[in-house]
């Protein structure tokens, strides 16, 4: 699957609220070696929001933020080769 199907599934879990299955879907999307982008933090923060779990999306945030951070640093490591 793509990062287009494994978002349809994270946008399922945030309409159901379902937050355990939303966490499985991200660590999924890491184990596939695929690149989460702005629709996937979305709907993982939308997970949060419908579960409630302001714990979860400021993890998921976070995550995001380093995410971004990290592969800015590695673009521009590439750039320099």
């Known amino acids: ?3 287009a199907c494994y978002n349809s599934l994270l ?5 159901a609220g379902d937050i355990e299955l939303a966490q499985d879907v991200l660590r999924r999307i890491d184990d596939d070696g695929l690149q989460p982008n702005r629709a996937t933090w979305r709907e ?3 997970a949060a929001k ?6 979860f999306a400021d993890d998921v945030w976070n995550t995001g933020t380093s995410y971004r951070e990290k592969r ?3 673009s521009r490591d590439v ?3």
């Open 1 to 3: 699957p793509d990062i």
């Open 11 to 15: 946008r399922a879990c945030a309409k």
């Open 44 to 46: 993982a923060i939308k």
């Open 50 to 55: 419908n579960a409630k779990r302001s714990d």
């Open 72 to 74: 800015n640093v590695n």
């Open 79 to 81: 750039s320099n080769w």
